[in-house]
């Protein structure tokens, strides 16, 4: 199949207000290439949170701006496009009658960085989609990730990062979530496969470390369950969380943002978005890993990551 028809093949598949949001993000990401601050700032929500790369990097929509402007004054806007094949960028419509808030994940692809990651929420204002939450990073490959880490966490500890402070679970949907993201930590720790796995929607996304990995659940289940069947879990400690409940007259959506220790890779971080079930219950339908790479070290490796991928 052709890249274009493998484009039309997913569009076909959203709902129109599905295809307006992923429009939204494409005019975004275009806006902030040809240095148009007025249009890239008009895809920017009001309460919006923008998360950078590295653990200390958490912007309002007011700081974020600020940053952007001087920079865009110059000509000099950032290029980061969304790969076009049509399958690397997913929008999910929350469950509520509005048609009001999507949640997202892109691949895309920056002249400074090569290859880079979103993750985030979309609200829809009238008749405009614009961003309430968003996640960038840089996801480094499996066979180098060993290395990498280590250079991180010996970069951390020579020079200690800060992460930036977030948001607290302040109503009680968003400290019943918090509540479903520990018991999802606690059962990776203990290996236990049937509590893991029962904390996801049917329909839940998994997206790991390396750009490959984006799996359904039942995909991410038969990865991880040998593992866990095995008695080998992974532990990833939340040392930082922020929780934003989504503008939904359900208040069923749930946005989170986590800053996570691991003994075998150090910093982590977890992104994603929970879900009230008719029942009553919190599951994940999206989680998202990523090893944030220090911006002093940033260049380098991206650099290195698309010198190993030619």
């Known amino acids: 199949m052709s890249l274009l028809l493998a484009a039309v093949a997913a569009l076909s598949l959203q709902s129109a207000p599905e295809q307006a949001a992923a429009a939204a993000l494409t005019e975004l990401h275009a ?4 240095s148009d601050a007025e249009a890239w700032a008009d895809r920017l929500a009001p ?8 653990t200390s990097e958490r912007w309002d929509r ?6 952007a402007a001087p920079v865009f004054a110059r000509g000099e806007g950032w290029v980061y496009a969304a790969r076009d094949d049509g399958r690397q960028r997913h929008v999910t419509l929350a469950p509520d009658p509005c048609a ?11 002249e400074t960085y090569g290859t880079a990651r979103g993750e985030g929420l979309l609200v829809r204002e009238g008749e405009d989609w614009r961003a309430l939450r968003y996640a960038l990073s840089y996801p480094i490959p499996n066979d180098l990730a060993n290395g990498m880490t280590a250079e991180i966490r010996a970069f951390e500890a020579a020079t200690p990062i800060v992460d930036a402070p977030g948001e607290a679970a302040d109503t009680p949907e968003e400290a019943a979530a918090a509540v479903v993201l520990d018991a999802l930590h606690e059962a990776a720790s203990k290996a236990d496969g049937a509590v893991y796995f029962d904390l996801f929607t049917p329909d839940a ?6 750009v490959t990995e984006h799996w359904s659940i039942a995909e991410f289940r038969s990865y991880a369950e040998p593992y866990f069947n095995r008695g080998r879990g992974w532990t990833y400690t939340p040392r930082s969380r922020s929780l934003t409940l989504a503008p939904l007259d359900c208040r069923c959506v ?17 992104t994603g978005v929970l879900v009230r079930g008719e029942d ?17 070290l940033a260049r380098d490796m991206t650099a290195r990551i698309r010198a190993a991928a030619e």
Do not use: K, Q
Not at 31 to 34: E, K, M
Not at 205 to 210: E, F, H, K, M, P
Not at 280 to 296: K, V
């Open 31 to 34: 806006a902030a290439a040809r």
């Open 47 to 54: 309460d919006l949170v923008w998360i950078g790369n590295e």
């Open 62 to 67: 007011a700081a974020f701006v600020g940053f």
């Open 100 to 110: 009001c808030v999507a949640w997202f994940d892109e691949v895309l692809d920056s």
């Open 205 to 210: 996304t998994y997206i790991g470390s390396d």
């Open 254 to 270: 749930v946005w989170f943002d986590e800053a996570l220790d691991s003994a075998s890779y150090g910093t982590s971080r977890g």
């Open 280 to 296: 009553g219950r919190w599951r994940i339908a999206l989680y998202a890993l990523t090893f944030p790479i220090p911006n002093a």
